[in-house]
């Protein structure tokens, strides 16, 4: 069929100027993103054209995002060394006589190049801050993405952007955050939802911040992972949602220089304290700490997040009543 020789042959000719499923060997930016948008159309209007449903289900929409989102971070950043071997998605072939398993991998394909040229899009507008900050919390330990890829930030105060009603806070929750954070929500008063991503740090100011968000009646949400003393921050959110690709909670035991407070410290009578408040169950949250060292981690399964208040809609997977 003329119309199916036609498609082969300029996804061929994209082939060529490529090195992966992205394109990398395009002039610039915009050629790769461009590319791989137009890579995407061709496997899509393929798939379609030979019978596949015109939708492939909503559970495929962030396909590969957080593999993405941790090349294109790792490339703009110059740390091409450890994104070389991230995994790829099997590169389907074009022929007429696929059945819909095999139009069904199109349309993944299809949505996976959709969803690299999304990320790239979206990450080369962000400062080289916080392309840094996304690096170390998503990247570090994903995807055989080593630790020592750690990069150090000169700028230790979280960063604060604003979209219409949406606040994203990415960063450490270092000394003093809560009265920039306060100032922040005065300065901003059409804040309704506020989306984390921390590897933690002031416990004080996490619970002074959290229980301004509940003062205030704001949802959180997250938008890159939310370790340590930030999930305190997200369970103090009236609504308290994670989306898929489901940014993970992580826990473990509360420190002073490096070194873990014993169980009967103060500290953890007033997170019980504050929890209890926010109507969260204080022993999940207590529990979860206790069961990781401060240099380790604890991340709880969703559905026990739900169970517990800790959260109360998860995308796609549970829904706390």
């Known amino acids: 069929m003329w119309f199916s020789r036609q498609l082969v042959s300029h996804v061929l000719a994209i082939f060529l100027s490529s090195a992966w499923g992205g394109l990398s060997l395009a002039d610039t930016w915009d050629d790769e993103i461009a590319a791989s948008r137009e890579k995407s159309r061709i496997y899509w209007d393929f798939a379609i054209s030979h019978g596949a449903f015109i939708s492939a289900g909503t559970f495929l929409n962030e396909l590969g995002i957080p593999r993405h989102t941790c090349e294109v971070a790792g490339r703009l950043l110059g740390l091409e060394q450890y994104t070389t071997s991230l995994p790829l998605f099997p590169e389907p072939q074009l022929h007429e006589d696929l059945d819909e398993d095999g139009l069904h991998d199109l349309q993944a394909y299809s949505i996976w190049l959709s969803n690299w040229a999304s990320v790239a899009s979206s990450l080369r507008e962000k400062s080289r801050v916080e392309l840094a900050h996304i690096w170390n919390l998503d990247c570090l330990g994903q995807f055989g993405i080593p630790n020592i890829a750690y990069l150090s930030i000169d700028e230790p105060d979280a960063l604060f952007r604003q979209n219409d009603e949406y606040l994203s806070v990415i960063g450490e929750i270092e000394d003093g955050f809560f009265v920039r954070f306060s100032k922040w929500l005065a300065e901003n008063p059409q804040t309704t939802t506020v989306a984390l991503g921390s590897g933690g740090g002031s416990v004080s100011d996490a619970l002074r911040a959290g229980r301004l968000i509940r003062r205030l009646g704001l949802d959180t949400s997250l938008a890159s992972n939310c370790y340590s003393a930030c999930p305190l921050i997200f369970v103090a959110g009236v609504e308290r949602r994670i989306w898929s690709p489901y940014p993970k909670l992580g826990f473990h035991q509360v420190s002073s220089n490096g070194r873990a407070v014993p169980s009967d410290h103060p500290v953890y009578a007033q997170v019980s304290l504050y929890l209890l408040d926010l109507g969260v169950k ?33 995308q796609r997977r549970c829904w706390s009543q």
Do not use: G, K, Q
């Not at 022993?283 to 604890?298: E, I, K, T």
């Open 282 to 314: 204080p022993s999940f949250v207590l529990n979860a700490m206790m069961r990781a060292a401060p240099s380790d981690m604890h991340y709880p399964e969703l559905y026990e997040l739900c169970i517990a208040r800790a959260a109360t809609w998860i």
